[in-house]
């Protein structure tokens, strides 16, 4: 079964996924072993790892790591191109559609398609949108474009239909790491409604009573990362799992 398949069968069967983002600058690689094991025991239903920068030089350290403690999809969120490896299940093949930037619509997409073809990884084409966040996030800064504006769902609306016209998978909607304000539950619904791709969503979300929220307005899957960094014990991720799957999906 491909990645991209086992995901939508959570979906089916859970309601919605939760992913937990690591981030190789920010997770300790002693921890890692341990928190990946009660995180899947808690109930994630992927990892997805990378990061706007790499400060560091153990991502495959990192991806390996995760790979051996953990029976769920292990999904690369690459910063940069330099963030490709055979180690995970899948890549997130992000063109970043709500920005005008040419680098990230298609010139790095040119240079990593080989190299992800030769590593045999299931590339999931994703719709990348970045919503204003009340705040500069790194990926705003690092991809040099400019943030849908959150209070305008009908632009979100279109750039969605766009993807799903073109033939993508899955669109993300990312406030971006650490966003003062994560994507609005109207932005979601407005989506939601009328775009049939499974919605990724992420940025600031900090409370299960949230991710509860982004799950009812039509997110099929949730991400945490800055706010699991923080409180990366069992329970905290349990209550994000249980939030998140709300239970067979009826229509979505
Ligand atoms: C960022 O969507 C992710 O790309 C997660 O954001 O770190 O704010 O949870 P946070």
Redesign the pocket.
């Known amino acids: 079964m491909t990645t991209y398949d086992r995901l939508l069968k959570v979906r089916q069967e859970r309601g919605a996924g939760y992913f937990v983002?690591l981030?190789p600058d920010k997770n300790d690689l002693g921890s890692l072993p341990s928190f990946i094991r009660e995180a899947t025991q808690a109930g994630a239903d992927g990892f997805?790892v990378g990061g706007?920068l790499m400060l560091t030089n153990d991502f495959e350290d990192h991806l390996r790591t995760v790979k051996q403690n953990t029976s769920v999809p292990v999904i690369i969120?690459p910063g940069s191109i330099m963030q490709v490896s055979p180690l995970a299940d899948a890549i997130l093949f992000l063109i970043l559609i709500s920005g005008r930037n040419p680098d990230y619509l298609i010139g790095n997409q040119v240079v990593a398609a080989p190299i992800i073809r030769r590593s045999g990884l299931e590339a999931l084409s994703t719709g990348y949108m970045l919503i204003e966040a009340g705040n500069t996030?790194s990926?705003e800064f690092m991809s040099n474009t400019k943030p849908i504006p959150r209070d305008k769902p009908d632009i979100a609306l279109a750039h969605a239909l766009a993807a799903e016209l073109i033939g993508m998978k899955l669109v993300?909607l990312?406030?971006?790491?650490?966003?003062r304000e994560?994507v609005s539950d109207d932005m979601l619904r407005t989506i939601a409604q009328r775009c049939s791709l499974p919605i990724?969503?992420?940025?600031?979300?900090?409370t299960p009573e949230d991710a509860r929220k982004k799950v009812e307005a039509g997110a099929s899957f949730v991400?945490?990362?800055?706010?699991?960094?923080l409180n990366n014990h069992r329970s905290f991720i349990r209550e994000f799992a249980e939030a998140v799957h709300t239970g067979p999906a009826v229509k979505r």
């Open positions: 983002l981030d997805l706007s969120f996030t990926a993300y990312d406030a971006g790491s650490g966003a994560s990724i969503v992420g940025g600031g979300i900090r991400v945490t990362g800055t706010i699991t960094e």
